[in-house]
């Protein structure tokens, strides 16, 4: 997610040469207009994020599912997240990326039995934007278009102290949903900003209904570091051959930003 507003114009010199003349006059300078220059940041974050919702698998009934952001954090084995964006002109190009790998063991049954649980989710996003002409100052509000992939991978091995019993199932499920949304990017002063992103998508393409909405307050340490502070919610009504996953993923979200 983008942490600060990236303007760093590149100055050109105008340079004339003056033109021989009888009498030596000089000819006058003509201005160029400064040219646009792309704006970059790479972001690295981390959402403690919690899951709500019903998910079945292999056409069974859905079962009810509530892990807190705590919960998530305790059983989480491993996590990679971040961003890059870049904007030329009135232009963005923004992509998210990420992966999460959480679970959990332990016995079960009053007759004795191991169960090993592993979910391993990606969620990779992209879209572009276009900045919407409205006469606000430090306000930049763009018209987004673009994509949300996932895909998950669940393993449960389950051992139990008679062999019939036992089992090791292993799905794996990926789908792309188109979005629309609108980016929205607020200046205080500064040092003190405002990143805001909300999205929609789905429509039956992969998922029934996706949508996401994003909301941080940042503050840039230095003209290249910036961190933010905020809270994310992606919602996603996804089902297909047995498999049905109506969850809602949301908690709290920070950020580090570097510019150039």
């Known amino acids: 997610m983008r942490a600060s507003c990236l303007h760093v114009p590149l100055l050109l010199a105008a340079m004339a040469a003056p033109a021989a003349a009888a009498d030596l006059a000089l000819q006058p300078v003509e201005n160029v207009a400064p040219a646009e220059a792309w704006r970059f940041q790479a972001t690295l974050y981390g959402w403690a994020a919690g899951v709500s919702g019903d998910v079945g698998v ?3 009934p859905p079962k009810s599912i509530d892990i807190t952001p705590w919960d998530a954090l305790e059983n989480l084995q491993g996590a990679v997240m971040g961003s890059f964006l870049a904007e030329y002109g009135n232009w963005m190009i923004l992509t998210d990326l990420m992966w999460v790998k959480v679970g959990s063991d332990g016995p079960i049954g009053s007759n004795g039995g191991q169960i090993d649980f592993v979910q391993k989710q990606l ?13 606000i100052p430090n306000l930049q509000l763009s018209a987004t278009a673009g994509f949300r992939y996932q895909h998950l991978n669940v393993d449960l091995d389950f051992d139990a102290a008679d062999p019939r ?4 199932v292993d799905r794996t499920k990926q789908w792309i949903d188109p979005t629309v949304g609108l980016s929205l990017h607020y200046d205080f002063n500064d040092r003190w900003f405002l990143n805001a992103l ?16 994003f909301a941080a307050v940042g503050y840039n340490w230095t003209k290249t570091i910036s961190t933010a502070l905020g809270y994310r919610v992606i919602y996603t009504d996804y089902e297909k051959d047995g498999f049905v996953y109506d969850t809602t993923q949301q908690g709290v979200f920070t950020s580090l ?3 150039f």
């Open 58 to 60: 292999l056409g069974l």
């Open 123 to 135: 969620t990779a996003s992209g879209l572009v934007g276009y900045r919407l002409p409205l006469d």
């Open 165 to 168: 019993f036992s089992f090791d």
């Open 198 to 213: 909300g999205d929609i998508g789905g429509f039956d393409v992969g998922s029934n209904l996706t949508a996401q909405g």
């Open 257 to 259: 930003g570097v510019h």
